[in-house]
Nanobody, 123 residues
């Protein structure tokens, strides 16, 4: 059974940085594209970033471009989301997801999800 576990969330001041990690177990990590999504209270889950299995292709939401970076270490079964210049509007629960269908902006294209990690950015 494939399991994903996020870590690295927390409380940070506006302008600060956080690095989220997502460890995948129970499957072959390099078989999966990895996505990052977030959901704030009252909002739908929204795409943040995605990376292909070989790291050649990366995709970002407009809100993340220039501030966030996505990477993965296939030897460690881990994906990362580096978030810089954080803003209060980045406050949300962040989720990682794994999918066999290639990196995608659509939550429906991912097969497995983590439980999420909370990111709170104070002004």
């Amino acid at each position: 059974q494939v399991q994903l576990e996020e870590s690295g969330g927390g409380l940070v001041q506006s302008g600060g940085s956080l690095r989220l990690s997502c460890v995948v177990s129970g499957g072959t990590f390099k078989d999966y594209a990895m996505g990052w999504f977030r959901q704030a209270p009252g909002n739908e889950r929204e795409f943040v970033a995605a990376i292909s299995w070989h790291s050649v292709n990366t995709y970002f939401a407009d809100s993340a471009k220039g501030r966030f970076a996505v990477s993965r270490d296939n030897a460690r079964n881990t994906a990362y989301l580096q978030m810089n210049s954080l803003k209060p509007e980045d406050t949300a629960q962040y989720y990682c997801a794994a999918g066999r269908h290639g990196s995608s902006r659509s939550p429906g294209m991912y097969d497995y999800w983590g439980q999420g990690t909370q990111v709170t950015v104070s002004s």
